[in-house]
């Protein structure tokens, strides 16, 4: 892949002519291959060549979560689907038929997404002589894919451990002497209480680091796991409409994330009005592809609040670092890593039981990060219980929503004032199980 190497010798300057070049041939594919994008510019009267500097697209729209679901299955797909060679889906629930949303990918986006998950190890100084384990769920999202590739390709040894249980996992790092565990940040906090459980002293693991997200990795979080594991975690960043995993990560200075520059165009807006922000503000993170052929996204609103930094790192690469993301434009959640909306909840619920009147999800939490849900809802007595008695309907919803979420999830029908004031989130309230401060609520910017 002839891509720059942000590691080296190029300038910001040589990097930002880099990417206005790439942006270009985005703007092109987009516009001559994608009506929404055509659509849209033409209505502002653009062209792709409008766009003669960096600063120039914010000319263009926003591209938003709901575009991409009105669009569903393959309205933005900018190549035939004969040079699709992955489909993906970017939420949680999915299998609820909420909102989905469907991504494609060719081999070239593929290929991109395996080198930059090898770059994440290589920040981290992760080499061929490292035995890397890898847990993460193979489903419609595409993290373990990209993960197991970039191993080999790095030409480490892989550990496909998947989602088994943290009994197997520990069992397969400690037997196959894994020095390397990537994996969510709440799938590591469930490790860390195994081993506690069970006596097993981190002594007796080779283990010399482990890389966690995409998932928000709070500081509570990432100390209960290093204090347990008695080794060092690196946090990633992944936007799984774009890439993920790869898209941003730590070196061993854990001073913010390196974002992949020449891949993705950074720019970081008020939340509210939209307007671009100075380097170094707090605002919301929108993305826009650069060499992406399948999915090219303009401008896409990633819905994250983060701190955009450009000047270099004590390692010594020069690409741009965020700082970790704890908190959300909207309002979406994250329980054991699985992320999803309270909305699409509320639609499942209410296609579910036209008798429903209100709930709350109140989600408990471990060293701030989601660890279990409870559904509370009130019903209106005049309207016949789907299923026939109390407990068929409990039964069932339970079971459609875990369809749904893939979770396992608590159901319990209260009276009106029996209801938790509504917190931070769209009704949804968090509870920590731990003695430390919720960090990654997502309360509004
Ligand atoms: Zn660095």
Redesign the pocket.
Known sequence: MMFPDPFGPISREEMRQWQLERLQTTLNRAYFQVDFYRKRMDALGLLPEDVAALEDLRTLPFTARRDLADHYPYGLFAVPLRSIVRLHTSTSTFQGKENPIVLGFTRHDVEMWRSLAVRLFE?VEVTDRDIVQVAFNYSLFPGAFTFNQAVEALGATLAPAATNSATIQLQVLQDFRCTVLATTAAFALHIADTMERTGTESSRLRLRLLLVGPEPLPDPARARIESVLGVPVYGLYGVTEMVEPGLAG????R??L?LAEDQFLAEVVHPVTGEPLPAGSEGELVLTTLTAEGYPLIRYRTGDVTVLREVP?????KTA?LSPVLRRTDNRVSVRGIPFYPEDIELLLRRFDSGLEDFRLVISTVYGIGDQIEVLLTRTPAQDLPGGGRSQYLDLLRSQLRRALGLGVRVQMVEPDQLPREGLGYRTVFRSLTPVPDSPLPSPP
């Open positions: 920040q730590e070196c061993t200075a001073d913010g390196h790192c004590p390692c010594g690469r670092r």
